[in-house]
């Protein structure tokens, strides 16, 4: 049987999120093909396993000393528990379901880690996770493709406590109220304020500088629409998903919208077939063009007739199956699947030479001085 790890939690403001879709993600893994380990990153980054982290009621009151720490180390595919300072071999693993949102889970740390293992992991790239997460670098990104997105001002924490009046008058001058303020490496909407004013422009700023050092400042759009809309490679192609349209209960989408107090969602969205076309070509685009692989979704504004990209999602809520799946037993195949892609694309870097014999070491003897 091929054990599969299932990542979720991590030091991020997204840990209960991930938790969810961890345990979700674990419950529909194909018993069959697969035996799923459940890997719970705490808060404190330390890894655990267990039996009970298949049930969500387990993390209201988790007991530690029912769990297993774990750990794998560089150049070996294996997975370790850890118990009073020795290690022991549990399994040889063949890949990893990354259900890590926000922090270094999702952005890229994760999968560097499991790359120096030799371990596929279902996530995007080191680079690639990197820059979705970072809403400043993803808009650079994108313009340098071609894909459109609102203007932003970026205000770091440090300066803006230096010359905050600057800051401000910058930011008045180049985009104008009103404002939307979000910290740049953050998701699930969360430290994201609407400001209409100088007194809510600088009440929104402090709560962003409590989540991140970087923050951006961007236009909020009037009577716009929010659309959804994923990716995935299958087979070595590109899939795209129908678009959807979250609810949104005021000027943009919270965490209550998202987790607290759903709506019904829009899916399909009822939005016209070239606006539609249009989502689907540039979240093609989007997927092929920045290096993505495993699932993602791309959050859009659409404005009139004008689609402006929001943010690139690398490791979506749910990992976006119901963009795909009508069921779960289509989940099972949906994480097959990606799976699958994993191990097949890290097949494809071990054809990359990592090694070349450069003969400079020979050149010296002894220790080498400044």
Known sequence: MKNVLVFFGGESCEHDVSVITGVMAFNAIDTDRYNPIAVYVAKNGRWYTGDRLNDVSAFKNLNYKNLQEVAIFSGDKSLYRIKRGK????CEIYSAVNC???????????????????????????????????????????????????????????????????AIELIKAKIGFPLIIKPSKLGSSIGITVASDL??????????????????????????????????????????????????????????????????KEFPAKIDAKISNKIKEVTSAIYKRLGFSGVIRVDFIVCDDEVLVNEINAVPGSLAYYLFCKSTEEFSVFLSELIEESVDEAMGLKQNKTTFESGILNLSSGKIHK
């Open 87 to 90: 290690i022991k071999s549990i």
């Open 199 to 264: 007194s809510e422009l600088e009440r929104a700023l402090a709560v962003a500088f409590t989540y991140d050092e970087k923050v951006i400042v961007e236009r909020a759009m009037v009577g716009f629409r929010e659309i959804n809309c994923a990716a995935k490679r299958v087979g070595g192609e590109i899939a795209v998903s129908e678009c959807e349209e979250p609810a949104v209960s005021g000027q943009m989408l919270t965490f209550d919208d998202k987790y607290k107090l759903p709506a019904e």
């Open 100 to 166: 890590c949102h926000g922090g270094s889970g999702e952005g890229g740390g994760l999968y560097s880690v499991l790359k120096l293992s030799g371990i596929p992991c279902t996530s995007a790239s080191e680079f690639a996770s990197a820059l979705a997460m970072d809403k400043e670098f993803t808009k650079l990104a994108l313009k340098s493709i071609g894909v459109r997105c609102l203007p932003c001002v970026r205000i770091n924490r440090e300066n803006y406590y230096l010359k905050s009046q600057s």
